[in-house]
């Protein structure tokens, strides 16, 4: 599926006959790219990354996803099973294809978790676990990964640890990400390209714009209309800009 | 059905006890019916919920990970539920025991209950706290049994969703 980019649209989504939760998304993913959503809490970014997913089957709109190809998506907060082991974890991620043990043990190997490979999730640290949930989301050799604030709780060397092998991944076998956060932080070590979500109660527009440095980034900001979130965006993404 | 099920829980089977000893005769048939009966409603109500609550992104990441429904029952669902069913077992256990002692109110001839109804008649104190302690010894056996098989089952169920 590798050297297609992916059409994501969504129109007028709501659960049911209930509010509407997204009003408009419209945006490409080009091989090779992470895509970063951003946008408060609330906003809708869970629902989109799900809808695109195909999780969600209640939801009502247009939703159409063009070549999204093998999807494989890391959950907040969860990375893994914790009734498997390690290993099990990776052979029941593997979807059966083939039972590749080989990849299995190279995954293990690159993540460091070789040693660990018949030990229980809940005996990882939190920077291991979310490491098995890396491996585990990309044993299946997806094309499209669907990060929802995945590496919200861990601390910043293990963020850097962790979002460095799933960046390698997508950028050494041309695959394609959206990830979505309320984080600037996570946005700009991960990103390529920048979404911003301009929200208004339970309904969402999403503007699609390239900000090819963390200056670009601030532009785009400037232009956010909700003036709380606008502020909070830019005095984080000023003091990141500093520190880096 | 679960209306249903709420109306038959609230109607004790002592109240229709007369009615079991017509459909099953006195004996164990009739025994094994008020047990039944007495606890077969709250099972399906606690059974119900522990499935009810099933942690939806497990399901998510089983469904993206392409797994067919069969093999998220085995290797999601279950495993899942396990403890939690364990659980449930271990308190309706202990209503089980109840309802053995009004079973055996009629009809019995011997076992626990048949001994407290007897004692109890011919104001025997002691043989009342025999099957006092005898009901509880069993009762605690039974529970650490149920507790050590849910520990070795699920050891991931203490080290992770109790911590939660």
């Not at chain 1, 294809?97 to 660990?116: H, P, V, Y």
């Not at chain 1, 949930?133 to 910043?156: H, N, Q, T, W």
């Not at chain 2, 006195?26 to 099972?43: D, R």
Request: aromatic content about 10%.
């Amino acid at each position: 599926m590798s050297g297609a980019s992916v059409h994501v649209l969504l129109v007028d989504l709501r659960f049911d006959d209930g509010p509407r939760v997204i009003k408009h998304a419209d945006f490409i993913v080009e091989d090779g790219e992470i895509l970063g959503i951003m946008g408060p809490s609330g906003s809708g970014k869970t629902t989109l990354l799900r809808a695109i997913g195909g999780l969600e089957d209640k939801i009502n709109g247009l939703c159409r996803i063009e070549r999204p190809g093998k999807i494989g998506m890391m959950f907040q907060d969860y990375d893994c099973f914790p009734w498997m082991s390690v290993r099990g974890n990776l052979e029941f991620s593997s979807r059966g294809t083939k039972t590749d043990t080989a990849r299995q043990i190279e995954l293990l190997s690159r993540f460091g978790l070789l040693k660990w490979a018949e030990a229980w999730p809940w005996q990882l640290s939190g920077g291991m676990r979310k490491r098995l949930g890396v491996a585990r989301c990309i044993v299946a050799d997806p094309d499209l990964l669907l990060l929802d604030e995945p590496f919200g709780s861990l601390d910043y060397r293990t963020k850097l640890e962790v979002s460095d092998v799933t960046v390698k991944y997508v950028k050494q076998n041309r695959k394609k990400a959206i990830l979505v956060s309320h984080s600037v932080d996570d946005l700009m070590m991960l990103a390529d390209r920048a979404v911003i979500s301009q929200t208004t109660p339970l309904s969402l527009e999403f503007k699609c714009e390239r900000s090819e440095s963390s200056a670009g980034m601030l532009d785009i900001l400037e232009r956010l209309e909700d003036a709380k979130f606008r502020h909070e965006l830019i005095s984080l993404t000023t003091k990141l800009i500093g520190a880096a | 059905m679960l209306s249903t099920n709420a109306f038959l829980r609230y109607i004790p089977p002592a109240a229709y006890a007369v009615l079991l000893v017509g459909a099953f005769g006195v004996g164990e048939g009739y025994k094994i019916a008020v047990i039944f009966f007495g606890i077969i409603f709250f099972l399906i109500t606690m059974i119900v919920d522990v499935f009810d609550g099933i942690d939806q992104r497990y399901l998510d990441m089983a469904r993206l990970d392409g797994r067919r429904w069969g093999e998220i029952v085995c290797y999601v669902i279950i495993p899942w539920s396990l403890p939690r069913l364990i659980d449930v077992g271990r308190i309706n256990l202990g209503a089980a025991w109840t309802f053995l002692v009004i079973g055996e109110m009629v009809g019995a001839s011997s076992g626990l209950g048949y001994l407290i109804v007897v004692s109890q008649r011919f104001s025997q104190i002691a043989d009342i706290y025999w099957a006092m302690a005898a009901f509880g010894f069993i009762g605690w056996f039974l529970d650490s049994l149920l507790k050590y098989l849910s520990r070795a089952l699920s050891p991931w169920f203490y080290a992770v969703a109790l911590k939660q």
